[in-house]
């Protein structure tokens, strides 16, 4: 890890660049009541768009840990690879990620943690150009204050293999971890929500052989729900929507979903899935 700082890659394009309007669109994205959960999440799942199209449910997920912010110290943070392949989970060599709201220390001993996987590789390259990440550095920075990061950027990867990353770094409450994922892309509005609920139902459900044409985020999101069961998590939807609810026209939608995942006294039914 350098000492070396990866600036913002998409800030003026996917989110605001002014410091005071992405304090304002955020606060007016959290400004709806928070969903009610009945623990403190060990992780979530949110979308990865432009804030204009999924910024609201994004917020969702975060406006949730409000309850547990003072206690969340550490996130880490997982997302598929856009622009530059790679196999396996890609570390940035910088120890700084940079927004417009400040700079975010990349946590030294979680990336020592994760010394000797043979999946794990670093990369600044795969990281520069990347938003599926840098999309929630700003919510996560107005929700937690301050905080560390572990952010990976995975490529082709086994459910088991990413799993064994979380292993290593699950911590306990004071770590959050995040998975960047849409739903589905560029089909018709009918035809999407069917196939996003579908989706949806599957994580629900713990599948770990989600596809990338079901979720932009399908092989970080199969190792996560493979933790999940092992560790006897909740998933809990908290919203369901597309492009085409917020600000893009019907024919061509993407789908976008919000899920925590709690811890659980016992196994509970699996709730219905409702559109907002």
Known sequence: MLNTTRPPAVAGSFYPANPAQLLSTLDGFFAAPPSPLP???????????????????????????????????????????????????????????????????????AVEALAGLP?????????????????????????????????LAVGNASPAAVAEVLERVWGGPETLIVVSADLSHFHPYASAQQLDRH???????YATDLRPEETCGAFPLNGLLLAARRHALQAHLLTLCNSGDTAGDRQRVVGYAAFALCPQASPTNVPEIQND
Request: charged share 15%; with cysteine.
């Open 39 to 109: 623990a403190q999440p060990k992780a979530l799942i949110l979308p990865h768009a432009g804030y204009v199209y999924s910024g609201s449910t994004a917020a969702r997920g975060y406006a949730a840990l409000a309850p547990w912010a003072a206690t969340i110290r550490r996130v880490v943070l997982l997302g598929p690879t856009h622009r530059v392949a790679v196999n396996g989970l890609a570390l940035p060599e910088a120890g700084v990620f940079a927004t417009p709201l400040g700079n975010i220390r990349i946590d030294p001993q």
């Open 119 to 151: 999946q794990v590789v670093c990369s600044d390259r795969v990281h520069a150009a990347e938003h599926s990440l840098e999309v929630h550095l700003p919510f996560l920075q107005r929700v937690l204050g301050e905080f560390t990061l572990l952010p």
């Open 199 to 205: 989706t949806c139902q599957r994580i629900l459900d």
